[in-house]
């Protein structure tokens, strides 16, 4: 009797962890008849993915030999190797010269476009439009597949609340709510629905994970934070990623809780799989296993045990896999099962892309001409611009300009084509984009327009070199910086106005780019300051690929249209937007602090237990002594060539139960001169709960256009799920209690309405 009560506990356990935990996932029949067939050794051999360097190498090793090591079977994959000619080679070198002939994955970084490039990732969130940047990785994918690639290692969504960090360019900024839609619809893109389509690739979430938490935004730099505030603020667009079913998972190189993420059993295999139900396989970073030697946990072999133990299953270019794990096998310090389940989801991931049926698939030597930088692509590269630029302020309406207006156009980024892709894509060709001069040509050829250089993007002949490791990017003038700045000052005397083309230079951020001083780089803060006291009103169009400490210069009388790095088409959307053919409509998805010493500043911190009331100094209280404490731009701000005006908030009800949605409705009016669209935002403040809340957490968002004069009452959806936040205990749960809600255009949205949770 006993014993029977007891097996009908343990049945009933396992019943509710069946419920909790991912259902395991169907075997693959082929791959399990493959793998039956595989010795230890060429199990072992799918495991590395190799790059013969012909890329851009992100660490100081590439793989020699690979003919070799492909012929020997050591290779799952490859990076770095494009076109389809090259990866029909490949191929064949892998399926006729191995005794299983397995085909390889082809992997690159593809992470804002391919050779159609579009904005850096964080320009492209700051159009809030899912649909676009969906669109943008769907044509990612056909332009890459068409040049032989099935699997891309993009997208990062890692939080960034840090601009030193010079990979806040690659993400989707500070919020996990708008993060994890990016994820989303980035994924989608990738992926579609059929990863067997010849337009379709593998996506792999990165890097897994809290790598944007970097100490002091220096890359690479150790990460430590609460589990509470992980998975409050960090992982969400990580888990959305994979809901939306991304295949793949590249582990970061920074340590989660202690270990290294490419070591980390909770983190992949605990979390991941167990927790999230993650099927797909994890690929280190580029030689992240072997990077744990110098994070101190051990030699090669101890941490390759470590870390196919903790759950990766590809390890990228160190091949401490390939030349330690049989050892390890052998000495007992890992399974055979542990490397036959790696090997399987390798496998898996070539089967479900088809390579099996056909490994030539992406080697249609008519695809690229047919599929690459088509004009439709490059029609949607100057939409996606566009809609990424914010306008960060307009003095006495200078903006949009006459077309047939005498300008000034000045600057050290105004006839520039190696900076205008932007930060990582290695794939596009900086000659192919159009530099803002010629885009103003283009878009009003009436205008008068004579260019000048004005300043260097820096004078530092040392900074310059560490920052042209890719190319020519900032390029120091034979004149001496006082004859650049003595032509430009003639230059704007006799125009009705100024347009400066300034900030940083492509590799100013990305990645091992991080800086400690985010302002615009002296030259050009002199350019600017000097441009302003001839009196003319001046533009600032202005380059970054992060915020930037841009203080000084929002206390001049100039207009500023931000454009990070606006991909190939840079100077037609910038001429679009400045004439007025595109009202802008980009807002901000990263705070831009005040000075560096305001890091970290974001929209969704604390109150704290001694909340500051005002910008003004109060004895006792959170503030510091020489800034106030709230940010030069709120996240969620920028401005457009027409004014909005909200009123009429309600909620569909003033109390709820649990597990109801409350529909939050407000009305929007174009109040000012043009048509324009506006990004309607939904924060909450969950007022008391057991774990203290942020000031105010973004919940929803929508864009809408409106003519002149037009209001629509636009309607936000706050569900449940909304309103849910992990407690102290780690469980995703809300609590009764008061909340408020916010709309408006901007993270300091006014309107407020109240419900009860109930
Ligand atoms: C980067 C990854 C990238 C990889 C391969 C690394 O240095 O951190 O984002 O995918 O290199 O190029």
């Known amino acids: 009797m006993k014993n029977r009560t007891l097996k009908l506990i343990l049945a009933a356990v396992i019943l509710i962890g069946m419920q909790t935990f991912a259902q395991e996932a169907q075997p693959i029949p082929e791959v399990e008849a493959l793998l039956k067939k595989m010795t230890l050794e060429e199990k ?5 993915l190799l790059t013969p360097g012909g890329g851009v190498a992100t660490g100081s090793v590439v793989s020699k030999n690979v003919e070799e090591k492909i012929k020997a079977g050591n290779v799952g994959g490859l990076f770095g190797v494009t076109g389809p000619d090259k990866i029909r080679q490949a191929q064949e070198i892998a399926v006729k010269n191995t005794r299983l002939g397995i085909p390889l994955l082809i992997g690159s970084d593809i992470i804002h476009g391919y050779k159609t490039t579009f904005p850096i990732p964080l320009g492209l969130s700051s159009s ?34 840090d601009p030193r960090w010079g990979r806040i360019s690659e993400g989707a900024g500070e919020d996990p709510y708008l993060g994890s839609a990016i994820a989303k619809a980035m994924v989608t893109g990738y992926q579609q629905e059929d990863l067997t389509e010849e337009n379709t690739m593998i996506s792999t979430v990165k890097h897994f994970a809290l790598y944007g938490a970097a100490e002091g935004g220096r890359d690479y730099n150790t990460t430590d934070m609460s589990r509470v505030k992980m998975f409050n603020e960090y992982l969400p667009p990580y888990k959305a990623a994979i809901d939306a079913g991304a295949e793949s998972v590249m582990s970061s190189f920074n340590d989660v809780d202690g270990v290294p993420a490419s070591g980390n059993k909770w983190l992949l295999t605990h979390l991941l799989r167990e ?35 903790a759950g990766l299953d590809m390890d990228m270019v160190g091949e401490g896999f390939l030349t330690t794990l049989k050892k390890s096998v052998d000495e007992g310090k890992v399974s055979e099962a542990t490397i036959t389940n790696a090997c399987r989801r390798i496998l898996e ?20 001409e047919r599929d690459i930088l088509t004009a439709a692509n490059k029609e949607i590269a100057r939409d996606a611009a566009r809609k990424s630029f914010v306008l960060l302020k307009n003095e006495n309406k200078t903006l949009p300009l006459d077309k047939t207006a005498k300008i000034a156009l000045i600057g050290p980024l105004a006839n520039n084509k ?21 885009g103003l040509k283009n878009v009003a050829p009436n205008a008068e327009i004579s260019y000048t250089k004005g300043a260097n993007i820096s004078n530092d002949t040392a900074y310059a070199k560490k920052i042209n490791v890719f190319g020519p990017r900032i390029e120091i003038s034979e004149a001496t910086p006082e004859t650049l700045l003595e032509e430009a000052l003639q230059n704007a005397e006799t125009a009705d106005v100024v347009v400066a083309v300034v900030g940083e230079a492509t590799e100013m951020s990305g990645e091992s780019s991080s800086r400690t001083d985010i302002t615009i780089p002296e030259s050009q803060k002199t350019l600017i300051q000097e441009l302003v006291k001839i009196g003319k009103p001046v533009v600032l169009v202005l380059m970054s690929g992060r915020p930037l400490d841009i203080t000084e210069e929002l206390a001049l009388p100039v207009s500023i249209l931000q454009v990070w790095h606006p991909g190939i088409q840079a100077g037609n959307a910038v001429a679009d937007v400045l004439f007025g053919d595109y009202n802008p409509s980009g807002k901000l998805t990263a705070s831009w602090p005040q000075n560096v010493g305001q890091i970290p500043v974001y929209h ?71 048509d324009g669209t506006e990004v ?37 959806t706050l569900k449940a799920e909304d309103l849910k936040f992990y407690n102290g205990s780690l469980e995703f749960i809300s609590e009764p209690g008061e909340f408020e809600v916010f709309v408006g255009g901007d993270s300091n949205a006014s309107l407020k309405e109240t419900f009860i949770l109930n």
């Open 44 to 48: 072992i051999g799918q495991l590395n």
């Open 128 to 161: 809030w439009d899912m649909e676009l940047i969906e669109k943008t990785a769907q044509i990612a994918a056909k332009e890459a597949t068409a040049d032989g690639i099935n699997w891309n290692f993009s997208p990062m969504v890692d939080i960034a609340r």
């Open 275 to 309: 927790q999230w139900g993650f099927e797909g396989f994890v690929v280190s970073d580029y030689t992240s296993v072997n990077e744990m030697i110098a994070h101190g946990l051990g030699d090669l072999q101890a941490v390759s045990a470590l870390s196919i133990n």
């Open 349 to 368: 991931a070539k089967y479900k892309l088809g390579l099996f049926d056909d490994p030539y698939k992406y080697s249609d030597s008519k695809r690229p």
């Open 418 to 438: 190696n900076n205008m892709l932007g930060t990582w894509a290695p794939t596009g060709d900086p000659q192919l984009s159009t530099p803002i001069f010629e």
């Open 604 to 674: 969704s911190m604390k109150t704290t237990g001694r909340p500051a009331p005002s910008a003004e100094f109060l004895k006792f209280k959170s503030q510091y002594l020489d800034t106030p404490n709230a940010p030069a731009l709120a996240f969620g701000y920028g401005l457009s060539y027409t004014t909005f005006e909200y009123s009429n908030l309600k909620l569909s009800s003033k109390s709820i139960g649990q597990n109801e949605d409350v529909t939050v409705m407000v009305d929007v009016t174009n109040t000012g001169a043009y």
């Open 680 to 716: 309607v935002q939904l924060y909450i403040h969950d007022v008391v709960r057991s774990i203290t809340p942020p000031m105010r957490t973004l919940k929803g968002f929508q864009k809408v256009s409106l003519k002149q004069g037009e209001t629509k009452t636009v309607e936000l």
